[in-house]
């Protein structure tokens, strides 16, 4: 079992920046990825960023140049950096673990609200 638990979602003006975390606690293996994914308002959740556990990254198109997403592996922890924010990135922020072995499985935090309005 894994529990995913963010923070430091918040109301943050556009341009801003803001800096989200995420904490896992229970069997976790060094292989396992983790990212962020969101949800805006009446829209399906999307990628946002992926880190593996060699550190290798993936950023969706529309957060390049602007979010930054990083790992502790000895914490098993993930952070997503994010710079030069604008209101569609407004959303609902979920911490993600991906197995990295068999059955790979996914499991999900809770989610952090990120607010982007002046």
């Known amino acids: 079992q894994v529990q995913l638990v963010e923070s430091g979602g918040g109301l943050v003006q556009p341009v801003g920046s803001l800096r989200l975390s995420c904490a896992a606690s229970?069997?976790?293996?060094?292989?396992?990825?983790m990212g962020w994914y969101r949800q805006a308002p009446g829209k399906q959740r999307e990628l946002v960023a992926t880190?593996?556990?060699?550190?290798?990254?993936n950023y969706a198109d529309s957060v390049k140049g602007r979010f930054t997403i990083s790992r502790d592996n000895a914490k098993i922890s993930v952070d997503l950096q994010m710079n030069s924010l604008k209101p569609e990135d407004t959303a609902i922020y979920f911490c993600?673990?991906?197995?990295?072995?068999?059955?790979?499985?996914?499991?999900w935090g809770q989610g952090t609200q990120v607010t982007v309005s002046s």
């Open positions: 993600n673990l991906r197995r990295g072995a068999w059955p790979n499985r996914d499991y």
């Open positions: 229970g069997t976790i293996f060094r292989l396992d990825a």
């Open positions: 880190i593996s556990s060699g550190g290798s990254t």
